[in-house]
């Protein structure tokens, strides 16, 4: 008999039983479709995380407060070496750093949490006082007016950039932190999925009355009056979004805060060749300004190998995950399929009279779990695209994202199941004795 | 036709060994049509078991059509019983998701037969068993009269050599017993061999032969 045959018996098979096929395959689709959004969650933060991390250049390099500890080989301990204490770092250290050779520039920032004011709304906001170098450093493109300027930083100018959030949220467009006697530490909350699918449906109409922008206006900070002279574009990114801060030049932030150490600064070298020479020179810059050594130089790769590290412990526990998902849906295929062969005992009796062979009911078994499982993973595979569809129109926080090899590899695995899992309940139909199976009850 | 000489049987439970089947000897020559009579528990279903290919004999010899059954491989008695042998049960033993036409068509699906002539000879048989137009109906939809007749379509669809039936009127009441028999009658008259196995003298009445089966013997 040829194999297409033995095939369509099968197909014939999980028709004739379909309601008892479709109760099986819900393992697989649910177990399917776990694997695939985990597995878009995992690549998706992963990518996120490398994103922001390698957006800030193979050139550059980080000078922060306190120390990372040295591993047993050598190397930086991001993860658990950090120390925790106060920063020392000034804005001197930052001048200092300028001298250094193969610097391209540096990039302060001083930041502390304030209020916003303007109109009668009060927003709290990350404060930064930074240079005019901020904007190109942190790929943080402008979405109206412009960035301030060196001769701004020198003047001390009372000019402000906003981050995008804070510039919706004075303009009354979107629930931020708010400062009143209720509720001074609310959390951020963005707008719900609904009112964003509304706003959407309903496009502009549902903003129309709303102020369309706040550069060429002053707001308060600190009771001080500045001008707003642009707005950032969204930029919403996990850890590092500039969405809910206010830009302004540091020389200005020192002049009208109590803020004195920096929280950081951003290192760029000349050359992605020179980056290990400036990184000793950084440090020894520096380290001729401080009594000790407070503050830790870190280059891309040291941070793109700590956050390694991260997305593996991400990738064990999806393998883990992913084995036991399989695992179950596998285990309940090959025990409905047993039962099924069970219940169809003397049909398998009355096939073997007919002239049946072993190999022919034994493929017949075979191929129904086979396809039941490909069914069910292709289904499951659906099920997760469409979630991950929705997700991504929907959710800004980080984007799921499901590679095509991700698509391919469960696939196969479905295959693998269906192929694993199938041995055992047609083995057991190809070995029953058909004297035996016609006299089933 | 068929031909057994000193066949055994026995059967195993726990420690005991229980002989069914002491020293068979038949013959049947193409075209007979032989009953096989006795009582419940002398070994008739064992004996159809044999002689349908669908056990293994312990000892003795078996020929088919010329064919040694005792030496071939469960593959080769597959194959014998999808060419040479049609099955009509006591019980129908149709397969109750496929429909009268497929049941019919199974054999077929077994075999080596091209399409078109798969088709046209099971509509031809269920035309002559007048059940044609139950074809797309399920098993279940039919009275026992029908399922009988769709049984032995089933069985002559293939052309066999040999027509094996296990207690055929069994299930049913008198009037089907008769057209089911007339069919039997009509079937052996176009030059099949047939084996009823049967209790029933009346059905057994309506062979050329009569042997029973007494202590696992044919007398």
Redesign the interface.
């Known amino acids: ?1 040829k194999l297409f ?1 033995v095939f369509k ?1 099968a197909c014939f098979g999980l028709w ?2 379909r309601l008892r096929v479709l109760s099986a395959m819900m393992g697989v689709v649910i177990g399917m479709f776990a694997v695939i959004v985990l597995t878009a969650i995992a690549i998706g933060v992963k990518d996120t995380l490398m994103k922001q991390m390698g957006s800030l250049g193979a050139e550059q390099i980080l000078v922060l407060p306190g120390r990372v500890l040295d591993t047993a080989n050598g190397q930086k301990d991001l993860l658990s070496g950090l120390t925790n204490v106060p920063s020392t770092l000034t804005y001197d250290d930052a001048k200092a750093i300028e001298g250094v050779p193969n610097v391209k520039s540096v990039t302060p920032h001083l930041e502390t949490i304030t209020i916003a004011q303007y109109d009668e709304k009060n927003v709290q906001s990350v404060l930064v006082g930074t240079s005019d170098q901020y904007s190109r450093v942190q790929h943080a493109n402008l979405s109206e007016g412009r960035f301030f300027t060196k001769e701004e930083q020198a003047e001390e100018a009372k000019v402000i950039v906003l981050g995008n959030n804070i510039h919706e949220a004075l303009l009354g467009n979107q629930e931020v932190p708010v400062e009143n006697e209720e509720s001074s530490n609310e959390a951020v909350q963005t707008k719900p999925i609904w009112k964003k699918v509304l706003d959407k449906l309903l496009g502009e109409s549902a903003s129309a009355e709303e102020e369309a922008s706040l550069v060429g206006k002053q707001v308060t900070i600190n009771d001080e009056s500045f001008e707003v002279i642009g707005v950032l574009a969204p930029n919403a990114t996990l850890g590092s979004s500039t969405d809910n801060n206010i830009m302004l030049p540091i020389e200005t932030a020192l002049a009208t805060t109590d803020m004195k150490n920096l929280t950081k600064m951003i290192v760029e070298a000349a050359s992605i060749q020179s980056v290990d020479e400036v990184d000793g020179a950084v440090f020894n810059a520096i380290k001729t300004q401080h009594s000790e050594i407070d503050f830790s130089v870190v280059k891309q790769d040291q941070m793109l190998g700590a956050l390694g590290k991260v997305t593996s412990i991400l990738q064990v526990m999806l393998f883990g995950i992913t084995v036991t998902a399989l695992l179950i849906s596998g285990t309940g295929i090959m025990n409905v399929m047993v039962m099924s062969v069970r219940e169809r005992t ?2 398998i ?12 009911i034994m493929g017949q078994f075979f191929f129904e779990t086979l396809l039941l499982c490909c069914i069910g993973g292709a289904v499951g595979i659906g099920l997760g695209y469409a979630f991950i569809e929705v997700w991504n129109s929907n959710i800004e926080i980080f984007a799921l994202v499901l590679p095509m090899w991700a698509v391919k590899l469960a696939l196969y695995t479905t295959f693998g199941i269906g192929s694993l899992f199938g041995i055992y309940p047609a083995l057991k139909a190809a070995r029953m ?3 035996r199976a ?2 089933f009850e | 036709m068929i031909e057994l000489r000193d066949v055994r049987k026995y059967y195993r439970s726990g420690n005991r060994k229980a002989e069914i089947l002491r020293g068979v000897n038949l013959q049947v020559e193409p075209g007979e049509y032989v009953a096989i009579m006795g009582k419940s528990g002398s070994g008739k279903s064992t004996m159809l078991n044999l002689l349908g290919a669908l056990d293994n004999l312990d000892s003795g010899t078996y020929e088919l059509a010329g064919k040694s059954v005792h030496r071939m491989s469960r593959g080769r008695r597959a194959k014998l019983r999808n060419e040479e042998i049609g099955f009509v049960f006591q019980h129908f033993q149709l397969i109750p998701n496929l429909s009268v036409y497929q049941n019919v068509l199974l054999p077929l699906t077994y075999g080596r037969k091209r399409l078109r002539r798969k088709k046209s000879r099971v509509l031809a048989l269920l035309d002559e068993m007048g059940i044609s137009n139950k074809k797309n109906q399920k098993p279940d939809r039919l009275s026992g009269g029908e399922k009988q007749r769709v049984a032995i379509a089933r069985a002559l669809v293939n052309e066999p050599s040999l027509i094996l039936a296990d207690e055929p009127t069994g299930s049913l009441d008198e009037e089907t017993t008769e057209s089911i028999l007339n069919l039997f009658d009509r079937v052996h008259k176009n030059g099949a061999t047939i084996v009823v196995i049967t209790h029933d003298i009346e059905v057994a009445e309506r062979a050329e032969r009569i042997l029973h089966l007494q202590n696992g013997v044919l007398v």
């Open positions: 008999m045959t018996l004739s039983n003397r049909e009796g009355i096939r073997k009279a007919l002239g049946a062979t072993t190999s022919e004795k058909p004297s016609l006299r």
